[in-house]
């Protein structure tokens, strides 16, 4: 009796540890982002999802132009589902702006430095699927 009592003791602390994993029920999405065939560093990639359960996710590409998504509760990977994709690239500009404290005053704020259509998940044309396994796509910014 002990030993099938420590048999589903042990059975049962496997399943609570293997189910406090990291997955999440999330799974690994590899961004690639060129612009005209070139990586493209410093793009920040957002996924939304299509179907209008709220999932999204999203990363920055490194220098080789790769970003891995990450969902909003900071889970590695996105939750199976189809996405609509987003991508910018945000440039510091700093114009002057004298005040009568600073006369030398100046104003800093970004601008994304890609084309308008790739900034909003309704008009970029990226799509992603990610179903029960990893995903690496590849999109190009003209």
Known sequence: MRRILSTFLVAGL????????????TFPVSVTITQNGVPLAGAVVTAISSDGQGNSASGMTNAAGVAALETTQGWNGAFPGEYNVAVVKWENITVPAPSEDDPQGTATYQRNILPTRYET??????????????????????
């Open 121 to 142: 998940h309704a008009t970029s044309g990226f799509t992603l699927s990610v179903g029960n396994r990893a995903v690496e796509v590849e999109f190009n910014i003209e």
């Open 14 to 25: 496997s399943v609570f540890l293997i189910g406090c994993g990291e997955n999440h029920g």
